[in-house]
């Protein structure tokens, strides 16, 4: 949408994520993220923390289930999303404080100092007309019977015309 500010975040998970479903049955998972600026100082010549920034971190759906399956406590992440008005409320000692909240859109650890393995998740059965699995848009071609090969894919089938050998633009 139009207005919306969208910011990337790279820090430490500061728990593990907290998954959670509405009534409806939607997957919602929170995770708060960390994240500290860091300095070099040229008269100490050292290396200096700056004040940590915490960011509550919100995704819905199958992000959210994903979330919770593959990123634990200190997981350093790289976080995209929509940042929200910041909401104020009072600490346990008085102090005013504001809160910002991030809508996630894409999450993911950080490879600058660790490796991940990935694997698709599958989708779910009737998410969609002819799907098939390993196939995430559910649009793959049928596979004829007695083949392992999509019936209409030029290139499986090399004697056969798929679609004539007229321009296609």
Not at 34 to 57: H, I, K, L, M, Q
Not at 163 to 169: E, R
Request: charged letters at 20%.
């Amino acid at each position: 949408m139009a207005g919306e500010v969208n910011v990337t975040i790279v820090g430490n998970l500061a728990d593990d994520p907290e998954l959670r479903y509405t009534q409806g049955g939607v997957a919602v998972v929170s995770v708060r993220v960390g994240s500290t600026p860091r300095t070099f100082n040229r008269t100490t010549s050292a290396w200096e923390d700056g004040e940590t920034v915490w960011v509550r971190c919100t995704a819905w759906r199958e992000v959210a289930e994903n979330v919770a399956q593959s990123l634990t406590k200190g997981t350093r992440v790289v976080v995209t999303g929509r940042l929200k008005a910041p909401s104020a409320y009072q600490s346990a000692q008085g102090e005013a404080r504001a809160s910002l909240e991030l809508e996630i859109e894409e999450i993911g650890p950080s490879l600058r100092y660790a490796t991940a393995a990935i694997s698709r998740r599958a989708r779910e059965a009737g998410s969609g007309a002819g799907a098939v699995a390993g196939d995430p848009w559910g649009d793959a071609p049928a596979v004829s019977k007695g083949s392992s090969k999509p019936a209409d894919d030029a290139w499986a089938n090399p004697g056969t015309a798929a679609g004539g050998d007229d321009t296609p633009f």
